[in-house]
């Protein structure tokens, strides 16, 4: 009501005098609002170009010690003072629990997935808990999933080794493939499964019937655990260990692409750290990779979606 | 058994077996939380907690663990990485969700999406390269002080892009929420766009706002490798955000290596683990439930 008497005041009080008032008034906030808009572009330049800033910086220091025998060899002897070499170990260790890790989450995360949109009720306490569960879980951070698989492993007998390094690099993977698979199935059209269920199918007909309609978005889902996964360094710090060798069972440790970096960069010898910043490059482009797949293939896979 | 028999069946057991999966998982963060608390009892049953937190005696070999300093150090570079990425992050969220047309979202926001999916290993070569640099030999001599560029600062700095994209996805979802009507109205009365951010938009969503901020605070407070590379590591209280600071997650990763030769320091990071696990965790549940709330409400 408020709002109305100074509406219909406005015009009365508009006097003869007052309209050179009202006129820099109306050009002040015309003024704010323009420097809002101003603030708000140099924000939003401000994160781009962090981005592009990283990528440059990365890329324009890593590129000239990046070399084929980097990728294609494991460490020589010397490899730690500037000697011959490469990180294929590291990269091979990676991919082995990047690998094995998203596999590993694949099979609590799909199941609970499915439960908490096809099976249980909708917005029933369980489902609103478990949400919440993951959410809370996400926000964890890798070194304390690292900590605890390192407790974990104790607990267990198992040392330092690829086995322990993917069920703590799981551990941490699980809340992130979960959460984004939810949210795929979130956006399947009630329509669908109401259709499957007056059809006469089943719940687990309908979650199959589900799971074809999200396949774009578990298929992202998983590149960008993969890419999560790959990157994460304070999870394998206490699991995984460390080595020069491919590791050739689940009982050995396996160097990682992201301890390389670390352990490198701390090196006193240039040529050492250079190849710090061109393994930086190589996992860079990894994940940048995995990244842009993700969003093909959720766009490609998109068309058989109803 | 007949066909309608083994589809009931099938039915049947899978609904079995996902509740427990689900159970089991949800069992997982009791489990995590139990673990670190039992992995550092050897600590906590011989010194008070009190004793512990708020002591600046870390002398491992004398069996003195006071995190004072750690926990000020990472509080100081936290505080530190909202300051810098809340505003930024908040005025482009404004833009993306207000003021960017169409073409230009949809080139933004993947953009976005590339930051978060750089590894934190990527962004501490990053924060020694670029921001290590930049502070030392620019903003501390200009500020009087002198630094070697590896500071809280440093450290804020690099969280602070770390968050960005985190919050910007929070920050639109929470925007989205806003109901178009409340807008409509504001613009109908004769505010502009900025008029309308400001006292509809950014008010309504006051309380998303607050809950982003918490969800990054302590996405910061984890955060371990970058900011291990980029802050320091010297145990002492900051007096400037030009000092070097030692934060709680670098503590527990630089160390795990010699841990077991001294008695009980084992049991102090894992209680420097179990810290950040209950401080992280009362901050995600208490955000996202306020971020749910908002997300389910209704608005006619």
């Known amino acids: ?306 | 058994m007949s066909y309608k028999q083994i589809r009931l069946w099938k039915d049947r057991w899978s609904a079995n077996l996902f509740l427990w999966l689900c159970l089991f998982f949800i069992f997982i963060v009791v489990l995590i939380g139990v673990g670190l608390l039992i992995k550092s009892a050897p600590i906590w049953k011989e010194q008070s907690i009190v004793h512990l937190i708020f002591s600046k005696e870390w002398k491992p070999f004398q069996g003195k663990f006071g995190f004072l300093a750690y926990i000020s150090g990472s509080l100081l570079v936290t505080f530190l990485a909202v300051i810098i990425g809340l505003p930024i992050s908040l005025m482009s969220a404004v833009y993306i969700s207000e003021y960017a047309p169409g073409r230009v979202r949809s080139i933004l926001l993947p953009l976005i999406d590339l930051l978060s999916g750089i590894p934190p290993i990527v962004y501490g070569v990053w924060g020694v390269l670029t921001i290590v640099p930049l502070v030392g030999q620019v903003l501390a001599p200009r500020f009087g002080a002198v630094s070697s560029g590896y500071s809280a600062l440093t450290g804020g700095i690099v969280l602070a892009v770390m968050i960005f994209p985190l919050l910007i996805r929070i920050l639109l979802d929470v925007f989205e929420a806003v109901p178009a009507g409340l807008k409509d109205a504001s613009l109908s009365l004769g505010a502009n766009q900025w008029e309308t951010v400001k006292h509809v938009l950014l008010k309504r969503s006051a309380p998303g706002i607050i809950a982003a901020t918490i969800l990054a605070l302590s996405r910061a407070l984890g955060e371990t490798i970058a900011v291990l590379m980029v802050c320091g590591n010297i145990a002492v209280l900051p007096r400037s955000i030009f000092d070097s600071v030692y934060p709680l997650p670098a503590l527990i990763a630089n160390n795990y290596g010699d841990m077991l030769s001294i008695p009980q320091y084992d049991a102090a990071l894992m209680l420097a683990a179990f810290i950040l696990f209950v401080l992280i965790f009362l901050c995600n549940a208490l955000s996202r439930m306020v971020l749910n709330r908002l997300e389910r409400r209704d608005y006619a």
């Open chain 1, 1 to 306: 009501m408020s709002h109305l008497r100074i509406a219909t005041g406005a015009p009365g009080t508009a006097g003869p005098g007052l309209g050179s008032a009202r006129q820099s008034n109306r050009r002040r906030r015309k003024l704010e609002a323009g420097m809002a808009k101003g603030l708000m572009l140099t924000c939003t330049g401000i994160i781009t170009g962090s981005l592009l800033l990283i990528l440059w910086s990365i890329v324009s220091k890593g590129l000239p010690s990046l070399s084929w025998e980097m990728i294609t060899s494991i460490p020589g002897g010397g490899f730690y003072i500037g000697k011959g070499g490469g990180i294929l170990n590291a990269i091979i260790g990676s991919i082995y629990i990047s690998l094995g890790s998203v596999a590993l989450a694949l099979l609590v995360s799909v199941p609970v997935v499915l439960y908490i949109n096809a099976y249980a009720q909708s917005h029933s306490v369980l489902v609103n808990f478990t949400r919440l569960v993951f959410d809370v879980l996400f926000g964890i951070p890798s070194i304390v999933y690292g900590a605890f698989g390192f407790t974990l492993m104790v607990a267990l007998g198992l040392r330092a080794s690829l086995w322990a390094g993917i069920l703590t690099v799981a551990l941490m993977v699980i809340p992130i493939l979960t959460r984004a698979m939810d949210e795929v199935f979130k956006l399947a059209p009630p329509e669908l499964s109401d259709a499957t269920y007056s059809l006469g199918a089943t719940r687990w007909e309908t979650a199959k019937v589900l799971l074809r309609q999200s396949v774009s978005g578990i298929v992202t889902a998983i590149l960008l655990s993969f890419g999560r996964a790959i990157g994460d360094a304070a999870t394998v710090l206490f699991t995984a260990g460390y080595t020069d060798s491919i590791p050739t069972s689940l009982g050995q440790p396996a160097a990682t692409l992201p301890l390389a970096i670390f352990f490198q960069l701390g090196s006193p010898i240039a040529e050492v750290r250079n190849r710090a910043y061109a393994a930086a490059v190589i996992l860079t482009v990894i994940v940048l990779i995995i990244s842009l797949a993700g969003k093909y293939f959720g766009k490609r896979l998109s068309r058989y979606k109803v």
